[in-house]
């Protein structure tokens, strides 16, 4: 892979990106960026979120049709209620029921659980 040139608008993204502690969109990321730097379009953005990628330095979830950036590559799991809409992460440690369906290796994983959470269900009851 050819080694991308660093420029000043590559760095101020850079350090945006290390300075976001969770996960992010390219969207909350530009907004961001925009602020310091409105000279910096949203394509030199998902540009530079796609070389990340490339070179396995940042990891892409979806998440509610949106694609969903972090520094962390582990699996990534969602509850999402069919009534209010909330999105819950879990995580999930064993992961033998996958491999037994899987002919190959597993690197990482994202599930999508739909349901009905249980404040939802409790209103329901009354």
Request: net charge positive; charged share 35%.
């Amino acid at each position: 892979m050819k080694k991308s040139r660093k420029t000043k608008q590559k760095e101020l993204i850079q350090t945006e990106i290390v300075s976001l502690k969770s996960f992010f969109t390219a969207d909350e990321l530009y907004e961001n960026i925009k602020k310091k730097d409105a000279t910096i379009g949203i394509a030199t953005v998902y540009r530079f979120l796609k070389d990340l990628r490339k070179r396995k330095e940042l990891h892409s979830y979806v998440c509610d049709r949106k694609m969903i950036y972090s520094h962390n590559e582990d699996n990534h799991c969602h509850f999402i209620c069919q009534k209010c809409d909330v999105v819950t992460h879990f995580t999930i440690d064993k992961i033998d029921f996958l491999k037994k369906q899987i002919n190959g290796d597993i690197c990482h994983f994202q599930i999508d659980v739909h349901g009905i959470c249980n404040d939802c269900l409790e209103k329901e009851k009354t």
